[in-house]
């Protein structure tokens, strides 16, 4: 049994598929998904082939990001790929202060904004 939150919505993101939509219609080709800095807690669930969770205003490098994904028991770890983090089968959760990104059947996590420069 997973260790995991049970899954939370939000409201519409002003662009691109949100992901409240996405957790109840996953699609079956490649997404790329945003979430921003305030969003509030929400869960991410891919549609299987190359989705990608762009994390926008996190103030993260990838190094960073990768210190902060915690992984569901039995997960693979996630690893750096260039500036991307590639989390192909993992099941996992990234605690930003007080909002918690849970996540799974995605493929890559990118980050978007100005890293600061003492996140990890």
Do not use: C, Y
């Not at 039995?74 to 990104?101: H, M, N, Q, Y």
Request: no cysteine.
């Amino acid at each position: 049994m997973s260790n995991l939150p049970r899954q939370l919505l939000r409201e519409p993101a002003a662009k691109g598929p949100t992901l409240a939509e996405n957790d109840n219609h996953p699609g079956a080709g490649p997404e790329v998904l945003d979430w921003h800095r305030g969003d509030g807690d929400d869960t991410v669930i891919g549609g299987g082939g190359g989705d990608t969770l762009r994390l926008i205003g996190t103030g993260l490098t990838p190094e960073g990001l990768l210190a902060r994904i915690e992984t569901e028991s039995g997960s693979p770890a996630p690893r750096l790929l260039g500036s991307a983090v590639d989390v192909t089968g993992v099941v996992g959760r990234i605690v930003l202060g007080s909002e918690t990104v849970i996540f799974r059947a995605m493929e890559r996590l990118i980050l978007q904004g100005r890293p600061a420069s003492n996140d990890h």
